[in-house]
Antibody, heavy 119, light 113 residues
């Protein structure tokens, strides 16, 4: 199993970024996938989830209406579209596979991609 | 949102000694339908993603050394390392997956005394 995030970088407040998470080594469509973030020097925060066919998603309140999780099962890739970014969105973003579906138990994680929101 | 409070915030233990980390949730994470406690423990070393240690409060993930154990039910949980090894230096997080948003404890930093 391997998860590799990409797409992070420096963006101005109000800007947008799309993160990607390339998955390999397992049957991607069989798993709910989640995004978790970690602000510099801080703890972990669950951000979103998406089911295997991409039709069911969920978000923490602070990103609802701004972030959208999607997936391309033909490419074994998970995405997080982030709009209207704020300084408080600055964090390392991890994608993770859940061994128990929508109940997040992260058995495999990527190494993360850093998003910095600053003017 | 459910709040998870870990204690202590930091802990220094001698090599070979027992380390105990507590996690208290603001609501019960025990499911009446399957009797599972929706409580997870992770280990995170600097510059690395979290590593799954324990799920359902007491089920050890495959490949995790048996010196790691989890216990508790309802709102009070404990992660125990029976004999601390140098490679166990890390930050440990509990997390609930009973309800969304899935919340984490603030973390406990474990060091060698």
């Amino acid at each position: 199993v391997q998860l590799v995030e990409s797409g992070g970088g420096l963006v101005q407040p109000g800007g947008s970024l799309r993160l990607s998470c390339a998955a390999s080594g397992f049957t991607f469509t069989s798993y709910w996938m989640h995004w978790v973030r970690q602000a510099p020097g801080k703890g972990l925060m669950w951000v979103s989830r998406i089911n295997g066919d991409g039709r069911t998603t969920g978000y923490t309140d602070s990103v609802k209406g701004r972030f959208t999780s999607s997936r391309d099962n033909a490419k074994n890739t998970l995405y997080l579209q982030m709009n209207s970014l704020r300084a408080e969105d600055t964090a390392v973003y991890f994608c993770a596979r859940s061994r128990d579906g929508y109940n997040f138990i992260g058995d495999y994680w990527g190494r993360g991609t850093l998003v910095s929101v600053s003017s | 949102d459910m709040v998870l409070t870990q204690s202590p915030d930091s802990l220094a233990v001698s090599l070979g000694e027992r380390a105990t980390i507590n996690c208290k949730s603001s609501q019960s994470v025990l499911s009446s339908s399957n009797n599972n406690n929706y409580l997870v423990w992770y280990q995170q070393k600097p510059g690395q993603p979290p590593k799954l240690l324990i799920y359902w409060a007491s089920t050890r993930e495959s490949g995790v050394p048996d010196r790691f154990s989890g216990s508790g039910s309802g709102t009070d949980f404990t992660l125990t390392i029976s004999s601390l090894q140098a490679e166990d230096v890390a930050v440990y997080y509990c997390q609930q997956c009973y309800s969304t948003p899935h919340t984490f404890g603030q973390g406990t930093k474990l060091e060698i005394k």
